[in-house]
């Protein structure tokens, strides 16, 4: 049992050599460049640590003769001073040249994502697919394809950070910040908010989602082409108490009169896995009690509460229609 004590400690170590949101299980192109380096340096300096380690052990605890032959100038400007400079050169020229590698282009025409950090949510601008190509705290990106993501901000300095596909890059409002990566792998990944942006930093997630092609494409159709009618009383009866409770004034729904930017756009908003840029798995009950009370949930953020103005019937026929849009 003593035997196996150290290895259960490694298990929460490994566990982060996997899943949604590490840079050990990469998806793409820079993201492998960017693992590749991190095991170097890694074992570069596990290397160097175990010799420098040996020659304190000998320093110690080997015979007169070896360590008088130890303290001789050849072996100190041989092991104190050109091992290390060739070393640390030569890992420095290598870091450099994958850094280099990170930032050149794999495609002439790569798809174009606007990415707007705000507090404490996310908007995404698809620049070459059209007006109605936006959504908010999912990024769906086309399997095999390069995507140049333009990274800012509306309010304070961001950062993003998806890291099974890429480096974190800061998000500066007035600015504009280039990256490009490349998903070669279909599923759903986690990205986050890397820089201290207030309050509720922390709860400032969103998912990525790669898909086929043609998935991806019908995916857009659907983000471009305007909401359904809703079909029952309790819809239609959803769909008004949206524009009689000002809803409208922060957010956009396409198809109708409602186009504002200040909030998230909720054209396709019962299609996402969560509310609230990650805070909350996207529910019928959840998106009653955010509309209720979203200063309970996330303390901070720009909505208002509604438990107060809204009946519980109305408020229940808003969750339904937006649930509905999908």
């Not at 890694?42 to 110690?60: E, K, P, S």
């Not at 043609?214 to 082409?225: C, M, T």
């Not at 930017?261 to 609230?276: E, K, Y």
């Amino acid at each position: 049992m003593r035997r196996l004590l150290p290895l259960l400690a490694l298990l929460p170590a490994l566990a982060g050599c996997s899943g949604i949101q590490t840079p050990l299980d990469a998806w793409g192109i820079q993201a492998a460049r960017v693992a590749t380096l991190s095991h170097v340096l890694f074992w570069g300096g596990a290397v160097i640590f175990l010799i420098t380690m040996g020659f304190l052990t000998l320093a110690i605890l080997a015979p007169h003769g070896v360590r008088r032959a130890m303290a001789s100038h050849r072996f100190v400007i041989g092991a104190g001073i050109l091992f290390p400079v060739t070393v640390l050169t030569t890992l420095l020229v290598y870091s450099l040249g994958l850094s280099r590698a990170l930032t050149m282009p794999m495609s002439e025409e790569p798809l174009r994502i606007e990415i707007i950090g705000r507090q404490y949510w996310w908007e995404m601008r698809y620049l070459d697919l059209g007006e109605g190509a936006v959504t908010a705290n999912a990024l769906h990106l086309p399997r095999g394809r390069e995507v140049e993501l333009h990274l800012t901000s509306g309010d304070v300095i961001h950062s993003v950070w998806v890291p099974n596909l890429h480096g974190k890059m800061d998000m500066i409002p007035g600015r504009v910040n280039r990256q490009r990566l490349r998903a070669d792998r279909v599923g759903t990944l986690r990205g986050q908010c890397t820089e201290f942006c207030g309050l509720q930093h922390t709860l400032m997630a969103f998912d990525v989602v790669v898909q086929e092609p043609e998935e991806f494409d019908a995916w857009i159709a659907r983000q471009r082409a305007p909401v359904p009618e809703p079909q029952t009383d309790e819809l239609r009866r959803g769909m008004q108490v949206f524009g009689e409770a000002g809803c409208g004034a922060c957010h956009a729904v396409r198809g109708t009169p409602w186009n504002a930017r200040i909030a998230p756009d909720l054209s396709r908003v019962g299609s996402r896995a969560t509310l609230a840029a990650g805070a909350l798995p996207n529910t019928h009950g959840n998106l009653a009690g955010w509309i209720a009370a979203p200063q309970d949930i996330k303390p901070g953020n720009a909505m208002p509460a509604y438990a107060r103005s809204l009946e519980g019937s109305d408020l229940l026929a808003l969750a339904s229609w937006l649930e509905s849009l999908r």
